[in-house]
């Protein structure tokens, strides 16, 4: 994966994210894996059914939340160091 696209500086990025939470079922995964990158200039949608984690991702890559592994990076700076 390029540092950069061809629209310019990437603006926000998230690598490998994963997010696990404990229940008295067990541990609950409820993010796996999640990479992708956002360009400056872009517009995305974050969209999917009722508990398919879109609340989750959102509040990890607003450096709300800690993911259980991986990293998001904004504007250069990483959110979960």
């Given at each position: ?21 404990s ?7 409820i993010?796996?894996?999640?990479s ?19 609340s ?5 890559l ?14 250069e ?5």
């Open positions: 994966m390029s540092n950069q696209s061809a629209n310019g500086r990437n603006v926000l990025e998230a690598h490998h994210l994963s997010k696990q939470v229940s008295p079922e067990g541990t609950l995964t993010l796996s894996d999640v992708f990158t956002i360009s400056a200039g872009e517009s995305v949608a974050v969209v999917g059914p009722s508990g398919a984690g879109k989750t991702l959102l509040a990890l607003a450096g709300l939340d800690h993911p259980s592994s991986g990293h998001v990076v904004l504007n700076a990483n959110l979960s160091s």
